[in-house]
């Protein structure tokens, strides 16, 4: 049985809430040294963009994603959530983050944040479909219109094998991270599929301070052909 039937199977007619900080913690709560993981399919709202995450348009882009997650959480109070709706504790928010110009960069000279290019997702239960996700949509532009809604799709999304790390500390110090990440590649044989890595946010950077700050820092890899 897969994670998300039996993330069902164990919350259907359950009057316990879903967290996922203790109940999928292979995925959420790593340690701060790298591990390699398999990571199934999910589901997810996303939207993409480019630019500075510093600058003032990125927390529109957060805020239709919470607007269309906590519309789903609280969709049983409306009257319209699925049959085999569960209660559960609303996904943190993840980024997928490239460059838009690759030639711009350089190791050696701190990284240029208007040259970035973003793929932000908040992962969704299992009973969310494709309809119910829309009629979500259509709701919340009704009742919080924003131009940015037009641009979340929802998404099904599988990683398969990676390595991940837990990262302490501000944004601007993952390059040591990713140094210890990529190490452990090569002690474990393991190829970087990509430049190309996930960040999911485990504190909020508007109420913790920069070295307190928990970010899970995750990239694709493959086993190389013998």
Same mark, same amino acid.
């Given at each position: 049985?897969?994670?998300?039937?039996?993330?069902?199977?164990?919350? =259907?007619? %359950?009057?316990?809430?879903?967290?996922? /900080?203790?109940?999928?913690?292979?995925?959420?709560?790593?340690?701060?040294?790298?591990?390699?993981?398999? =990571?199934?399919?999910? /589901?997810?709202? *996303?939207?993409?963009? !480019?630019?500075?995450?510093?600058?003032?348009?990125?927390?529109?882009?957060?805020?239709?994603?919470?607007?269309?997650?906590?519309? +789903?959480?609280?969709?049983?109070? &409306?009257?319209?959530?699925?049959?085999?709706?569960?209660?559960?504790? +609303?996904?943190?928010?993840?980024? +997928?983050?490239?460059?838009?110009?690759?030639? /711009?960069?350089?190791?050696?000279?701190?990284?240029?944040?208007?040259?970035? @290019?973003?793929?932000?997702?908040?992962?969704?239960?299992?009973? +969310?479909?494709?309809?119910?996700?829309?009629?979500?949509?259509?709701? *919340?532009?009704? @009742?919080?219109?924003? &131009?940015?809604? *037009?641009?979340?799709?929802?998404?099904?999304?599988?990683?398969?094998?990676? #390595?991940?790390?837990?990262?302490?500390?501000?944004?601007?110090?993952?390059?040591? *991270?990713?140094?210890?990440? !990529?190490?452990?590649?090569?002690? @474990?044989?393991?190829?970087?599929?990509?430049? #190309?890595?996930? !960040?999911?946010?485990?504190?909020?950077?508007? @109420?913790?301070?920069?070295? /307190?700050?928990?970010?899970?820092?995750?990239?694709? #890899? %493959?086993?190389?052909?013998?």
């Amino acid at each position: 049985m897969d994670v998300a039937k039996s993330l069902i199977k164990s919350q =259907v007619g %359950s009057s316990m809430k879903h967290e996922w /900080k203790k109940e999928e913690k292979q995925y959420y709560a790593p340690k701060n040294r790298p591990e390699s993981l398999r =990571v199934p399919e999910f /589901k997810f709202f *996303t939207i993409e963009g !480019e630019g500075n995450p510093n600058d003032p348009f990125f927390s529109d882009y957060i805020g239709v994603l919470y607007s269309l997650s906590y519309g +789903v959480r609280m969709s049983h109070k &409306q009257g319209i959530a699925p049959p085999d709706y569960f209660e559960y504790t +609303v996904y943190p928010l993840e980024g +997928v983050w490239d460059l838009i110009d690759k030639s /711009k960069y350089d190791p050696n000279r701190p990284l240029d944040k208007n040259n970035l @290019k973003f793929k932000l997702m908040i992962r969704q239960p299992d009973f +969310v479909t494709p309809d119910f996700a829309r009629q979500i949509r259509e709701r *919340t532009e009704k @009742k919080k219109p924003h &131009q940015l809604l *037009t641009s979340v799709k929802f998404e099904k999304i599988e990683e398969g094998l990676c #390595v991940q790390m837990l990262h302490l500390g501000s944004y601007d110090d993952e390059p040591q *991270t990713f140094s210890v990440m !990529e190490q452990y590649c090569q002690e @474990k044989k393991l190829i970087r599929a990509s430049k #190309v890595h996930r !960040e999911i946010y485990l504190s909020d950077a508007r @109420k913790t301070a920069p070295e /307190k700050m928990k970010t899970i820092l995750r990239f694709k #890899v %493959s086993v190389p052909e013998h």
